[in-house]
Nanobody, 125 residues
Framework: EVQLVESGGGLVQPGGSLRLSCAASGFTFEDYTIAWFRQAPGKLREGVSCTSNRDGRTIHADSVKGRFTISSDNAKNTVYLQMNNLKPEDTAVYYC??????????????????WGQGTQVTVSS
């Protein structure tokens, strides 16, 4: 069974850090492009970060550049999102998604492969 499971979300104060994990089972990340998306209440799902094992590219949304880092550990079949200097506007449910895209994109509709169930991140004092 193919499955993506996110973990690592929680409540953190502004300026704090979290590391999200996206673990895959039933397939390997080696031939996939993997991205993180987020959705806040009442807002559209937006792209956050992407890494591609197809061409090696990594991209981040302007809103998280310099604060978030995406990385992939193919041996563990896991992708991470390190989030530093978190802000209240980062509060959302975070999802990982994979697809056999040739390069990175953070446009949600391009990912028609697999999606995880999401993990809640709340940034509040």
């Amino acid at each position: 069974e193919v499955q993506l499971v996110e973990s690592g979300g929680g409540l953190v104060q502004p300026g704090g850090s979290l590391r999200l994990s996206c673990a895959a089972s039933g397939f390997t990340f080696e031939d996939y492009t993997i991205a993180w998306f987020r959705q806040a209440p009442g807002k559209l799902r937006e792209g956050v970060s992407c890494t591609s094992n197809r061409d090696g590219r990594t991209i981040h949304a302007d809103s998280v550049k310099g604060r978030f880092t995406i990385s992939s550990d193919n041996a563990k079949n896991t992708v991470y999102l390190q989030m530093n200097n978190l802000k209240p506007e980062d509060t959302a449910v975070y999802y990982c998604a994979v697809d056999r895209l040739p390069t990175c994109t953070i446009i949600p509709t391009y990912f028609i492969g697999y999606w995880g169930q999401g993990t809640q991140v709340t940034v509040s004092s």
